[in-house]
């Protein structure tokens, strides 16, 4: 996942100046699509395989969440030479990339799609769950932070960057360990594929 932020941390710091706004913020979510073919589930499954999204520019995957976080922050100096950051609003736009089929398809096999692309969707929504925690948790740690000995607010820029890295880290690998249950043998993710190679409809 891109993670696309103005990242900035602490050395000293306190959390508790009566001056701190946490904003009000909704993530914008879209979904985008990506065209596969065929009748059967063997034959969808194949163009998902052909054509689905390459995540790290290499493995194809059936579907991804990516984002783009922005933030507008304010830092206020303070009168004992301190630099605080008072405010900080994210800006979060989350984009599911999912398969659809070009043509409509038919009978049993339109119903054992739909039961597919629902739980795959569902899936993503999960990933898109984690990003607004990140973004949360991103909030909590910044707002309010206060650096001592920083007149022009730069020492505070650079160990804001350092903790919202870790913060960072964090999430990418709990999207990691959800995958890794999910796409496990019997995992949630390989039994929809299961379903739809041999469920009804797909021969």
């Not at 009978?107 to 597919?116: I, L, P, R, S, V």
């Not at 910044?142 to 820029?157: E, M, Q, T």
């Not at 690998?173 to 190679?197: A, C, M, P």
């Amino acid at each position: 996942m891109k993670l696309d932020i103005l990242f900035c941390s602490m050395m000293v710091c306190t959390f508790s100046l009566p001056s701190m706004v946490h904003a009000e913020w909704q993530a914008v979510e879209k979904t985008h699509t990506y065209a596969i073919s065929g009748q059967t589930g063997a034959e969808l499954y194949a163009s998902i395989g052909e054509r689905g999204p390459k995540v790290g520019g290499m493995v194809r995957a059936i579907a991804h969440t990516d984002f783009k976080l922005t933030w507008t922050r304010k830092y206020e100096p303070q009168d004992n030479n301190a630099c605080t950051l008072v405010s900080a609003k994210p800006k979060l736009i989350i984009t599911y990339t999912l398969p659809k089929p070009s043509k409509p398809l038919q009978g049993a096999m339109a119903q054992n799609w739909e039961t597919f692309i629902s739980g795959v969707r569902s899936h993503e929504l999960v990933h898109g769950d984690f990003i607004k925690d990140l973004v949360k948790a991103i909030e909590s740690t910044s707002v309010g932070l206060s650096v001592d000995a920083d007149p022009n607010c730069r020492k505070i820029r650079a160990e804001l960057t350092r903790r919202l890295g870790e913060l960072s880290v964090a999430q990418r690998q709990r999207s990691r360990d959800f995958d890794r249950v999910e796409l496990s043998d019997g995992g949630n993710i390989h039994q929809l594929i299961l379903n739809l190679v041999n469920g009804a409809g797909s021969r």
